[in-house]
């Protein structure tokens, strides 16, 4: 031992400030690896390995019995936990660095015949989640839309290219988007591993430092005027101030923005400013096309906006694209909902005109078109909602009606009233969510007890 510190052999140094209890005595607990070959033969590991030259050998995770360092010999030593999981996650990150965009790019390319069916307004969450809001930003743009971009019947090129490729523009965007979180994580984990050893190191400090002055103050008696209280619990502190412990304001912006406890100059809720990178991503993880009833798959099977001949219902592969399989027919709290949305302005029932009297059939979309039947099919409705057509029972409005319309795509039956609410204010189908061009109408007879209808 030469001034309290060890004297290292050879391939072995002191420990650094991440090892901070070997550090703080000197020992020499640091191996520096040469080859993989050295770690093999000293660790007596077949599969050891040495990563970064100057480090602990890598070892498996059966090795890592500590957290600054593993396993070890006379002649070697293994990587602890938080090295190996570094270790690791470097190399994974690398690798996806490398190789991810080999899949990307096989499904960009498959993907390229499948668009999405515009079904409502993008324009205020455009599908590259990195790119558009931050080119808006740099250029000063602000969106400008009525929300009813939906409802065009031209096809615009700077807008409709973006849905004729949509599920490779979402690939292309999901890939771009898992480079920068590799990235962000990356980054923050380096941050992170900094931020570790300097607070190690200032803990280790402050330690020293309690230890010195509990030393002092045992051996030379000194009273509270000379030393802080609260750092010398031996001095005589009669007659002290009031002792508050305050908190150092670099902390703030070490790791956590926003107010602390007993901080009163701001009212936000604390937040970790090194994962901003992480949140910021998180917030704008892409999200899937809404079907897959665009591009040419779409027009080659009649779902496309533009198509000439318009897809009506009958194929369930087809009604499967457009991933809208589920119902809300039990569900109370959704009709409920949709009920006050609906119905919340609308006059007394006394005031409500006849169904032939009602004037909205103006405000509704161009898109959507009527065709009057003189009777519904039961093979043709959906048979939650055909129950209650045969019960006169609205499912939205719970209430009898005259008229009744069919949702040609889903086969869900509503009342004439409610249809025109709904379609007047551009909203889909609201058990299931779909979007239909024809919609069915009916005037149903007085008998309640008809027997069912069967197609001929």
């Known amino acids: 031992m030469t001034d309290n510190r060890c004297v290292c052999d050879t391939s072995w140094r002191h420990a650094g400030v991440t090892d901070p209890l070997n550090w703080w005595y000197g020992q020499c607990s640091q191996f520096e690896c040469v080859s993989d070959v050295s770690c093999q033969k000293d660790l007596r590991l077949p599969h050891a390995t040495c990563p970064t030259k100057g480090w602990n050998c890598l070892c498996d995770i059966w090795h890592t019995n500590g957290f600054f360092a593993g396993y070890s010999t ?10 190996f999981l570094g270790e690791h996650i470097v190399n994974l990150s690398r690798a996806l660095f490398v190789y991810a965009w080999i899949p990307f790019g096989v499904l960009f390319v498959l993907l390229l015949p499948v668009g999405e069916r515009q079904v409502r307004c993008d324009c205020y969450h455009p599908k590259f989640k990195l790119f558009v809001p931050a080119w808006r930003w740099l250029r000063g743009i602000q969106p400008n839309c009525d929300s009813t971009c939906h409802e065009r019947r031209r096809w615009d090129h700077s807008k409709d290219w973006v849905f004729e490729f949509a599920w490779s523009v979402f690939i292309l965007d999901t890939c771009v988007w898992c480079y920068a979180m590799v990235f962000a994580m990356w980054l923050v984990g380096i941050l992170l591993c900094v931020v570790l050893a300097v607070t190690i190191l200032i803990v280790a400090l402050i330690v020293a430092f309690c230890f010195a002055m509990v ?34 304001p670099v902390d703030d912006y070490l790791l956590f923005g926003g107010s602390r406890h007993g901080v009163t100059s701001s009212s936000r809720c604390p937040k970790c400013v090194l994962c901003w990178p992480v949140t910021f991503l998180l917030v704008r993880t892409p999200s899937p096309p809404a079907n897959m009833w665009g591009g040419l798959i779409g027009r080659l099977i009649g779902t496309h906006l533009f198509s000439q001949t318009p897809y009506v219902s009958g194929s369930w592969c087809i009604d499967l694209l457009s991933f809208r399989t589920s119902g809300a027919h039990d569900d109370g709290e959704w009709r409920t909902q949709l ?32 065709k009057p039947r003189k009777d519904f099919h039961k093979e043709d409705c ?46 889909p189908c609201p058990l299931c969510r779909k979007v239909s061009l024809v919609i069915l109408t009916t005037v149903r007879t007085n008998s309640l007890h008809q027997p069912l209808m069967q197609r001929p």
């Not at 609260?230 to 002792?243: A, R």
């Not at 909205?360 to 078109?369: G, M, T, Y």
């Not at 005259?402 to 040609?408: I, N, R």
């Open 74 to 83: 006379p002649g070697a030593q293994c990587m602890g936990v938080s090295f």
């Open 215 to 248: 030393h002092l103050c045992s051996d030379s008696g000194v009273d509270c005027g000379s030393f802080d209280c609260v750092m010398c619990p031996y001095c005589d502190c009669t007659g002290c101030g009031d002792l508050t412990m305050v908190h150092n």
């Open 339 to 370: 009920q006050d949305y609906i119905w919340r302005n609308a006059p007394e029932a006394a005031e409500i005109p006849p169904p032939e009297q009602i004037v909205v059939r103006v405000q509704r979309p161009a898109r959507v078109e009527f």
């Open 382 to 427: 959906d048979p939650s909602t055909w129950e209650d057509f045969q019960q006169n029972h609205c499912w939205l409005c719970e209430e009898s009606k005259g008229e009744w319309a069919m949702w040609c795509v889903c086969g869900h039956l509503l009342c004439r009233g409610c249809t025109d609410e709904l379609t007047s204010r551009h909203m």
